[in-house]
């Protein structure tokens, strides 16, 4: 494979000289959030791997079809340029967009191969992660391996600034290019939260003063929770930072290439575990994540010490460890797959852009003799993590720091916070049915970026039956990922087979 020279970041973004086009001038300017990703210590790239189920043969047919869909989109058809008349400010600029310059095929000569297929698609991505995209263009690729692997026949790789749109609204975007392959017509359908029902016996008990001393109760909650969350927020920014630990980054990680790994497992191994805790996916999977690391960072800390066994009297872990995952929380309101592909297809609006706010979410790093302890502590923490406004408050002190000091500075506290936190963590539903990208049958999408401070992000995406957990690393401080992947898989069965022996499955 032929390596790809790294570029160093372009920190001036290009400038649009002469008359704007009537296009240009119905495009907004770019968003305080949309602006930060721009910065050199934060320009981020969301990458997400598809594994297709039959060979790229047919490339004229992608085309086609990004024209009729992902093309209509205004962010995947516009320049990012310097408002002249703004101060320097950035707007948006309808472009035609040359498809040859954006998709990516390289020549692979399977049978010449010195290294599995699986390391190929590694190292591809990896160098891959040592380039940014070039702002002379609509910021957006697409790299087609014809690479047979264990998992899938090809590999797309699509690869998106991510001041085109947050993570969670960007792969949205990316499924609603896809249909299902039963039926062509449909976009995928994606779980939603189900409405809780309130039994006549429960409604009748919270008649009267009892509900309304519930409803001031929450409310007292959530103020007290919020105030100290952004209290802790603010301290982050300025003085607390996690404990030093064999996956913390160094202040240089943001410019390390990362090598990304995936390890495909059961949902309803996931789901088994979630109807037996009365709880949900997410839940599980941060369970999971919290039993995985602990006994990585245990096996970190135990390098060179005889193995007595990962139990809670006998552990290499140090007390009161400071672990927290930095998360960017999308406060738009979701438009729906369907509302998305009607935008891309019938011309139909939708709302779009960056309006991001951050939320700190502590890890209890700790050997448990009960491997359900992990899924309940995690459970405790989300539910205490829902009762805060965290997020509308850190996205308003942010708008507020660029207003009145300026982009250097907001970037300079978003910097804070993910140099000051361990890693970042996510966990987002996917396609219930099988789907296809554009008469390509999906195996498996992963989902994951680069360009994050941190040396450690882990992203768990659901497709049908699987759930793909994704590592983005920096190997100076985590060689071993697949080790990781080892330890989060192992997790994941101990605690199944613990529900299941205790007889608390709900078949």
Same mark, same amino acid.
């Not at 390596?3 to 002469?18: H, M, T, V, Y």
């Not at 000091?405 to 804070?416: A, D, L, P």
């Given at each position: ?5 790294r ?50 043969n047919?490339?004229?047919?992608i ?6 869909? =992902?093309? +209509?989109?205004?962010?995947f058809s ?37 290294e ?7 190292n591809y991505?990896?160098?891959?992660s ?9 910021m957006?690729?697409?790299? =087609?391996?014809n ?14 600034h ?5 993570g969670t609204?960007l ?21 939603? *939260?189900?409405k ?7 409604? *009748?008990s ?36 996690d ?28 789901? =088994? ?16 994540t919290?039993a995985?690391?602990s ?11 005889k193995?007595r ?7 290499? =872990? ?12 999308n ?5 729906g797959?369907?509302? $998305? ?9 939708a ?5 991001v706010?951050?939320?700190l ?5 700790a ?17 205490r ?5 965290e ?19 907001s ?7 993910f140099? *000051? ?15 296809g990208?554009?008469g ?5 999408l992963a ?10 992000m ?7 039956? +699987? ?16 080790q ?14 613990a529900?299941?022996e205790?007889? $608390?499955?709900?078949?």
């Amino acid at each position: 494979m032929e390596s790809i020279r790294r570029r160093k970041p372009s920190l001036k973004p290009i400038e649009c000289k002469g008359k704007a086009s009537k296009a240009s001038e119905e495009e907004e300017q770019l968003s305080p959030s949309s602006r930060l990703f721009h910065e050199p210590n934060f320009n981020v790239h969301v990458l997400a791997i598809m594994g297709s189920k039959s060979r790229i043969n047919d490339l004229q047919l992608i085309k086609d079809n990004l024209v009729h869909t =992902l093309l +209509k989109h205004p962010r995947f058809s516009s320049l990012q340029v310097v408002d002249e008349k703004k101060n320097g400010e950035m707007k948006w600029v309808q472009t035609k967009v040359d498809l040859d310059k954006h998709i990516i095929v390289p020549q692979v000569d399977e049978q010449n191969l010195h290294e599995s297929p699986e390391k190929f698609v590694e190292n591809y991505i990896r160098n891959l992660s040592k380039t940014t995209l070039d702002k002379s263009k609509p910021m957006w690729d697409l790299h =087609l391996l014809n690479v047979k692997t264990s998992d899938a026949e090809s590999v797309g790789i699509f690869r998106i600034h991510h001041s085109l749109g947050d993570g969670t609204s960007l792969i949205s975007l990316l499924l609603a290019c896809t249909r299902q392959t039963a039926d062509p017509d449909k976009v995928p359908t994606i779980p939603g *939260n189900k409405k809780r029902v309130i039994h006549s016996s429960e409604h *009748n008990s919270t008649k009267g003063l009892h509900r309304y001393v519930m409803k001031i109760w929450f409310f007292m909650k959530l103020i007290w929770y919020t105030i100290v969350d952004v209290l802790m927020y603010m301290a982050t920014i300025m003085f607390l930072k996690d404990t030093t630990t064999p996956i913390k980054g160094r202040p240089d990680s943001v410019f390390n290439p990362r090598r990304l790994v995936y390890r495909i497992v059961s949902l309803d191994d996931m789901k =088994l575990v979630k109807n037996a805790l009365n709880m949900t996916v997410t839940d599980v999977a941060l369970g999971v994540t919290q039993a995985g690391l602990s006994v990585y960072l245990n096996r970190r800390y135990g390098e060179g010490k005889k193995d007595r066994g990962a139990t809670e009297k006998n552990n290499n =872990l140090p007390k009161n460890i400071r672990l927290r995952s930095s998360i960017l929380v999308n406060l738009r309101p979701s438009v729906g797959i369907q509302a $998305l592909a009607d935008m891309m297809e019938k011309d139909t609006e939708a709302k779009w852009g960056n309006c991001v706010g951050f939320a700190l979410l502590p890890f209890k790093i700790a050997l448990r003799d009960d491997p359900l302890d992990y899924i309940r502590e995690a459970k405790a923490t989300i539910h205490r993590k829902k009762n805060s406004l965290e997020a509308f408050y850190t996205c308003y002190i942010s708008e507020l720091a660029l207003k009145f000091f300026g982009i250097k500075t907001s970037s300079s506290i978003s910097h804070r916070i993910f140099t *000051n936190t361990s890693m970042c963590f996510s966990c987002l539903p996917g396609p219930q049915e099988e789907i296809g990208f554009y008469g390509h049958p999906m195996a498996y999408l992963a989902p994951c970026s680069y360009g994050q401070p941190q040396a450690l992000m882990i992203n768990c995406q659901s497709y049908i039956n +699987k759930m793909t957990i994704v590592l983005s690393v920096d190997e100076s401080v985590i060689p071993d990922p697949h080790q990781l992947l080892d330890d989060l898989e192992q997790s994941l069965k101990l605690i199944k087979d613990a529900v299941v022996e205790r007889g $608390l499955r709900h078949d």
